[in-house]
C-alpha cells in the first residue's frame, strides 16, 4: 500500500510562532503537495512540488512557505502563524505515470 | 481560471434510493477525480477518469465523465448507510500534473 503520513493530526500553536508540518511518502514519486482545507471552500493547493529543491506557489501560498530537500519529504512552514490559518492541512503525492494523487491523514492547527 | 462546482453541497437521503451528485467544471480538462471523505479523515481515491466518456463503476457508485458538456456525475444506486461521508470531485489543471483544484465538496447522509 502507498503511504503519504503526516507528522501530527493535531497541533495548537501561538499567533507569531514558526511552523512546521511534515510529510513523509513511501512511493518514490516526483509530486508532492500541500492543500488546506476549510468548509465550504474545498481543497485549496497551497504550493507543490515536482523535484527535490523545486517548488512552485499553488493557489493560495500567503503566508507560507515549502521546503523538500529529499524526494520522500516535504515540509510545510508558517513563517509566523496567524489565526487565520487555523485550518486542516492535508499533504499528497503523486505522479503523473499513475494518474493518482494520494493524501496523508490530514494536520488539524489551531493558531490560538 | 479554472473552476469546479458541485451541486447539491448537502444531499439527504433514505436507504434504497437512487440519487445523482453533479460536478462541473469551467474550462478543458481531461482528468477528474472523485475522493470520499470520512468525518475527521482523510481523502479516499473513489475514481479517476481520464477521457471524455469513460465510466466506471465500484459497488453501488458509477461515474462518468462528459468533456464536452464539462460535467462529471457521481451516481449512488440504492443507497446503504454506509456510503455516508462528504465527496469531492477534482480536475487537474494541467494534465499529468495533478494540480487538482477542488469542489465544495458534497456532504452526504443516508438514513435508515
Known amino acids: 500500500d502507498v503511504k503519504v503520513t503526516q507528522s501530527s493530526r493535531y497541533l495548537v500553536k501561538r499567533t507569531g510562532e514558526k511552523v512546521f508540518l511534515e510529510c513523509v511518502q513511501d512511493?518514490?514519486?516526483?509530486?508532492m503537495f500541500w492543500y488546506r482545507q476549510d468548509p465550504g471552500l474545498g481543497l485549496r493547493l497551497i504550493y507543490f512540488?515536482?523535484?527535490?529543491?523545486?517548488?512552485e506557489k499553488g493557489d493560495i501560498p500567503e503566508g507560507y512557505s515549502v521546503s523538500r530537500e529529499k524526494k520522500e519529504r516535504f515540509s510545510l512552514i508558517l513563517e509566523s502563524a496567524s489565526t487565520n490559518q487555523t485550518s486542516m492541512y492535508l499533504c499528497a503525492g503523486g505522479d503523473s505515470l499513475n494518474t493518482e494523487a494520494f493524501f496523508g491523514q490530514g494536520t488539524r492547527l489551531t493558531v490560538v | 481560471e479554472l473552476k469546479v462546482e458541485q451541486n447539491p453541497l448537502f444531499l439527504s437521503m433514505q436507504e434504497g434510493k437512487n440519487y445523482t451528485i453533479y460536478c462541473n467544471y469551467s474550462?478543458?480538462?481531461?482528468?477528474l477525480y472523485w475522493y470520499r471523505q470520512d468525518p475527521g479523515k482523510s481523502l479516499e481515491s473513489l475514481f479517476v477518469l481520464l477521457s471524455n466518456g469513460a465510466v466506471k463503476q465500484e459497488g453501488r457508485l458509477m461515474a462518468s465523465l462528459d468533456t464536452k458538456a464539462r460535467l462529471s456525475t457521481l451516481h449512488i444506486t440504492a443507497a446503504v448507510h454506509d456510503l455516508s461521508a462528504t465527496y469531492f470531485c477534482?480536475?487537474?489543471?494541467?494534465?499529468?500534473?495533478?494540480?487538482?483544484?477542488f469542489g465544495q465538496g458534497t456532504r452526504l447522509t443516508i438514513n435508515p
Open positions: 512511493m518514490d514519486h516526483e509530486n
Open positions: 474550462t478543458t480538462s481531461d482528468r
Open positions: 477534482a480536475v487537474d489543471r494541467l494534465e499529468g500534473a495533478q494540480k487538482l483544484v
Open positions: 512540488s515536482y523535484d527535490v529543491k523545486m517548488k
